[in-house]
């Protein structure tokens, strides 16, 4: 998009040869962005409580409480990549057992993305899902 912030650090490219490379630059150029959004945001390390861990109906269960919430959320393994809280494949694929740990955040620092990220540590900190 002309005049968009984005264009002056997109890569130029000027053959389809160097396409690959211009891919490159601008997949480090977002990660370089994902990294700073997470620093701005909150995280909180949650030590799974259920029995299940998140599998099948515990997972799902999560997921409709990350649902709830009116903040975007995202749920890792410690240096792992994060996923969507709300999205039940993405949780699944983590494969988080009892006694596990996880990393809870969200983009925001406000009021509203501190009672999220409180909403499922509760969840994750209960025995037995509700």
Same mark, same amino acid.
Not at 54 to 77: C, D, N, T, W, Y
């Given at each position: 998009?002309?005049? %968009?912030?984005?264009? #002056? $650090? ?6 389809? +040869? ?6 490159? /630059? &601008? ?27 998140? %599998?099948?109906?515990? #997972? $799902? ?6 649902? +709830? ?6 749920? /890792? &393994? ?32 406000? $009021? ?19």
């Amino acid at each position: 998009m002309p005049g %968009h912030d984005d264009d #002056a $650090a997109a890569p130029q490219v000027s053959t389809v +040869r160097e396409l690959p490379r211009a891919w490159d /630059a &601008r997949r480090r150029l977002d990660e370089n962005s994902c990294r700073l959004t997470s620093i701005r945001g909150m995280e909180r390390v949650v030590v799974v409580r259920l029995r299940e861990g998140l %599998h099948a109906r515990p #997972a $799902a269960l999560f997921v409709r409480e990350a649902g +709830r919430q009116h903040v975007p959320l995202s749920i /890792a &393994r410690p240096g792992g990549d994060a996923v969507a809280a709300g999205s039940i494949l993405g949780v699944l694929t983590l494969d988080v057992s009892a006694g596990d740990e996880v990393v809870l955040s969200t983009p925001g620092t406000g $009021a509203e993305d501190q009672e999220a990220l409180d909403a499922l540590e509760r969840y994750l900190s209960q025995t037995a899902p509700a």
